[in-house]
């Protein structure tokens, strides 16, 4: 099966991932953490991966396109896959040619998420370079323009399953399986 989760930055895709990876034992990947492993090089495409991760825009829909569809080339993902955080645009959902079965929208409000990675930060000692308030309310004015047309795409496809992602973590988890039987 494959399934794509949407949510702004805090919606708790990643836990939700993490969850379904082990429930379903389908392959999770993030396109977040693709990218930051990437930010981590020295060569030039990685120094510029980092500026625009670290100022909290996208990067560009092309080289996300086929970076993403490489991965996905991968034996692992040919079963199926729950992708985190692609695709976040309308160019990209146009130029991603690998059929999807879900979308699961993780709703929770901007003060929340907001909330919920100052929390993040304060507690964890692995704090994100790019999680600065700036690059974090970035993040959430591009989810709004450019991510919501996505969420409307895949609802007139009829494959949006659209969850409140403010509730418990557990029952966020089993109304997912619910839903996307
Ligand atoms: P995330 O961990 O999903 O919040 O992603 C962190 C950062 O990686 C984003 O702010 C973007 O700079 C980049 N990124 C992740 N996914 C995408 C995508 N689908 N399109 C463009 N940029 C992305």
Redesign the pocket.
Known sequence: MKIILIGI?GSG?STQGNLLRDKLNTPYL????I??EMAKEKAPLGRYIKE??NA??????EK?VEI?SEYLKKPEYERGYIL??????IE?VKKFENGVDKVVYLEVSDKEALWRLSYRNGEDSETRQ?ETLT?IRK?IELFHRLTEPVLDFYKKKGILVEINGEKAIEDIHKEILEKIK
């Open positions: 930055q895709k993030s396109t977040g953490h990218f930051r625009i991760m909290g825009f996208l990067i560009p829909d996300t993403v985190d955080g692609f695709p976040r645009t990209q790019d690059a993040r």
